[in-house]
């Protein structure tokens, strides 16, 4: 893939500053550029590297202002950063531009394979199984028996979507993920062991939702486990049976939802957060890191931190009574000492 500079600035609404027919074929850090690289600076500390830098071509804000001679040509937009998120996007677009079916692949005659989808080797699409328009399948997928998996989406390698479960339009799940596993129901008996409960629904991803490597979401024991429009998951994730998460919310790596919690929209869950079961969390709620929430959270847009959580300000309070729990264990103690003199006279 080559673009020039002239090509470029069309595609950001900038303008060129040097040699519009000059060529790219990489994107790269402005430290590490070398020819045939485009970069940008947005960050002005590393305003020293614009000028030495090998790339050929810089974006650059509008009102960039050189104080040395720069040799890459110059592309001079709103906001660097932003544009070059949209070269990065488009890049990496290209260079997904799968299509077409690999073998060896299996899929069942009932399934229904829209247009311009990829399918990689070894992939298995299963019994009335519906696959939209450009979406694709890389290979070592599954999908089991009546999956519905909409248009421009993407299922990278080892997916595994069980049966019935529903997967809407422009949703990206990435390796290894497991979509719609047994929830964990099980009911104690009276000798001491456990009888598995059949989880007979499914999962339902909505539009626009991204899903890191290796989470897993099971499926509900009755209805569905719902992923809302917009929500944005890491790595590494647990969601359990019949939890519901809210549109547009994010949540980073490690953490686990238990079954039948509902988070509500615009949430922030940081990493390796812990939720108990059957709470509610309301909306805009931003939960700290390493937190261990055991009740609902009932006031919308409110910090909330530590375990058991508590609300952000409070627990930094603490946080500062504790660094000095050594100096007041020490106070106390010549207290004591003096207590016991008073004492003895």
Not at 14 to 40: C, R, W, Y
Not at 327 to 336: D, F, P, Q, V
Request: glycine letters at 10%.
């Amino acid at each position: 893939m080559q673009f020039t500079a002239h090509q470029i600035g069309i595609l950001l609404h900038g303008t060129v500053e040097g040699n519009p027919d000059v060529t790219v074929n990489q994107l790269a850090k402005i430290e590490e550029a070398t020819q045939g690289s485009l970069s940008f600076l947005a960050n002005p500390k590393y305003e020293p590297y614009v000028y030495n830098t090998q790339a050929s071509i810089v974006i650059v804000n509008q009102d960039f202002v050189p104080a040395q001679p720069i040799a890459a040509t110059l592309i001079r937009v709103a906001d660097p950063y932003s544009s070059f998120s949209v070269l990065l996007e488009k890049y990496n677009t290209i260079k997904l531009d799968k299509k077409g079916i690999e073998e060896p692949s299996f899929i069942h005659p009932t399934a229904k394979i829209g247009d311009n989808v990829y399918i990689g080797a070894f992939a298995y699409i299963g019994a009335g199984v519906v696959v939209g328009n450009n979406s694709k399948i890389y290979p070592h997928c599954y999908l089991g028996d009546n999956v519905k998996f909409g248009k421009d989406g993407t299922a990278f390698a080892g997916v595994k979507i069980y049966s019935d479960c529903e997967i809407r339009d422009r949703v990206i799940i990435h390796a290894g993920c497991v979509i719609g596993s047994d929830g964990f129901g099980f009911a104690p008996q009276a000798d001491g062991s456990y009888t598995k409960i059949s989880q007979i629904g499914n999962v339902i991803i909505e539009d626009d939702v991204e899903i890191g490597s290796n989470t897993c979401i099971d499926r509900a024991t009755i209805g569905s486990t719902i992923i809302r429009k917009g929500v944005k998951m890491d790595n590494l994730i647990q969601i359990a049976h019949n939890v519901e998460i809210g549109s547009n919310t994010v949540i980073a790596s490690q953490t686990g939802v238990s079954g039948s919690t509902k988070v509500g929209e615009n949430a922030v869950i940081g990493g390796q957060v812990g939720i108990v079961g059957h709470i509610t969390i309301s909306k805009g709620s931003q939960i700290q890191a390493q937190s261990g929430v055991n009740r609902s959270l009932e006031e919308e847009g409110k910090k909330w931190a530590g375990s058991p959580a508590t609300s952000y300000n409070n627990h930094m309070r603490a946080q500062v009574v504790l660094q000095r729990l050594p100096e007041l264990e020490r106070k106390i103690e010549e207290l004591e000492s003096l207590i016991r003199q008073l004492n003895e006279k």
